[in-house]
């Protein structure tokens, strides 16, 4: 059954941060956009992934900050996890923002239409309802962003009751005793600390010689290994699962490692071994769009190879991250309404929310050097830093990679409370080319946890002042 066609200047495949940012900016330079989206507004980011799973790192932060009472000369005799507050508290939080966007949507007349969409032609979005129903969008101008789904690696025994994907660890009934997290990436270290939180034996299994792998500066994910472990979380590097078995209520983990097969026991298991883009079975093929593997190939300025269409987000593989996508979505706005910008991933950062907190941006320390370039390490501890020790989150550091002659920033990297916040200046300075010195003649406020920053810019200079390197 068919109901009419819509016709418009842009119209944009997914709603999720790439797709509906996409769609306002393009609205905002005047065109006629149509939006199509098959499932809530907001993409895997605001519904199960960013936004959810820091609404709960949020609460388990804020709960053992609750058990450390005494610490700060208070008296908090019961604090505890209450579990179905927690999940309503998360979803009303998701409900908000999900109704924002549309809200954004409305107010910018971009017209969305609801259902599962195919590309037919270069020009022309076949969608097909809920119902059944199908109709034809025409378009001057395509951006394709149907986001990301969770891989699927190739575990015997994977399917089994109690195994579970990052959406699934999102529905919190019951705290597992003992949980075992296959990847120790990014997804599955954030996890990690939030069970830990609740009360879990959370046991993490990463198949590469580190956690974080191409996440983080090697220094720093090596740090926050040390951290964990000494929270008590066991973390096995180099381990390759092989299958998964139940045995009545607890699963068995068969892994192979350096001291050959062996069982981990648990009674939940998280599979969290990162993302795919989500490409299939929407026509791309048929229609002889360009691949690299399941991403779409684009240019600089996020063009594929059909005239007139665009890709963004997840879908073009690189980093899954959302203001990343964001960014996408804005220059393909920009470039099917008549512009030429070119995306600029340079200033990109990531950002990790496990306990401590991982941030990044630029180039690590191994990149810069594997480039040729001669590099210098500035650093500072944030255990010499006022605001961390007022805040009792004294664990990690900050780490500047410079040109050894120009001191020009090529990387910052930081590990430690609120980093993901404190990013934001790392940004900023890879962007615009600043130096370390540029970083060390910019007053900071004291006392904050951003002049962690100035000192780590100082000690390009060797003149850190609250802090003497041995």
Same mark, same amino acid.
């Given at each position: ?357 991982? *941030?990044?941006?630029? $180039?690590? !320390? %191994?990149?810069?050097? /594997? =480039? ?5 390490? #500035? ?65 900071? *406020?004291?006392?904050? $946890?951003? !002049? %962690?920053?100035?000192? /780590? =810019? ?5 003149? #850190? ?6």
């Amino acid at each position: 059954m068919s109901s009419p066609n819509e016709h418009a200047e842009v119209a944009v495949l997914g709603g999720g941060p790439a797709g509906y940012v996409a769609a306002i900016c393009a609205a905002q330079r005047g065109a006629r956009v149509v939006l199509v989206e098959k499932d809530r507004l907001g993409g895997t980011c605001l519904n199960v992934g960013c936004i959810p799973t820091k609404t709960l790192t949020t609460a388990t932060e804020l709960l053992l900050r609750a058990k450390r009472g005494s610490e700060f000369g208070l008296s908090i005799p019961q604090a505890a996890a209450d579990l179905p507050a927690m999940m309503a508290y998360k979803q009303a939080t998701v409900n908000r923002l999900v109704n924002g966007v549309a809200q954004l949507l409305k107010a910018r007349r971009v017209t969305l239409v609801r259902g599962e969409a195919r590309l037919i032609k270069p020009d022309t979005l076949s969608v097909e309802d809920d119902q059944g129903k199908r109709q034809e969008i025409s378009a001057g101008r395509i951006i394709l962003a149907p986001g990301s789904v969770a891989a699927a690696p190739q575990i015997e025994g994977i399917g089994l009751p109690g195994v579970m994907t990052s959406t699934g660890a999102l529905e919190i009934e019951t705290v597992p005793r003992r949980l075992t997290i296959i990847g120790g990436g990014v997804i599955g270290l954030e996890f990690a600390c939030i069970y830990e939180a609740l009360g879990s034996k959370v046991t993490v299994l990463e198949m590469t010689p580190s956690i974080l792998p191409g996440a983080a500066d090697e220094p720093i994910a090596k740090r926050l290994q040390i951290l964990l472990r000494r929270r008590g979380m066991e973390i096995r590097t180099g381990a390759v699962v092989r299958r998964i078995e139940k045995a009545g209520d607890t699963l068995h983990v068969f892994v192979d490692g350096a001291d050959g097969e062996t069982a981990v026991e648990c009674e939940r298991v998280l599979v969290a071994t990162g993302r795919w883009p989500n490409t299939e079975r929407m026509g791309f093929a048929e229609l002889g769009l360009r691949m690299n593997g399941r991403a779409i190939a684009v240019d600089e300025r996020l063009a594929t190879n059909l005239p007139n269409v665009w890709a963004v987000g997840d879908a073009i593989g690189g980093w899954m991250l959302a203001h990343k996508a964001m960014v996408d979505g804005r220059v393909a706005a920009e470039n099917s309404t008549n512009g030429q910008r070119q995306a600029d991933y340079r200033s990109v950062p990531n950002v990790i929310f496990t306990r401590p907190e991982v *941030a990044g941006v630029g $180039l690590t !320390e %191994a990149q810069a050097r /594997a =480039a040729g370039t001669e590099v210098k390490v #500035a650093q500072f501890p944030f255990s010499s830093n006022p605001r961390a020790r007022i805040l009792g989150e004294s664990d990690g550091l900050v780490r500047l990679i410079c040109e050894a002659g120009s001191g020009r920033i090529l990387g910052v990297h930081l590990l430690g409370p609120h980093v993901t916040d404190l990013i934001a200046e790392g940004a900023l300075a890879v962007q615009m080319g600043a130096t370390a010195d540029d970083l060390a003649w910019t007053t900071h *406020a004291h006392p904050t $946890l951003p !002049e %962690a920053m100035l000192e /780590a =810019a100082l000690d390009f200079r060797d003149a #850190a002042i609250h802090f003497r390197s041995q």
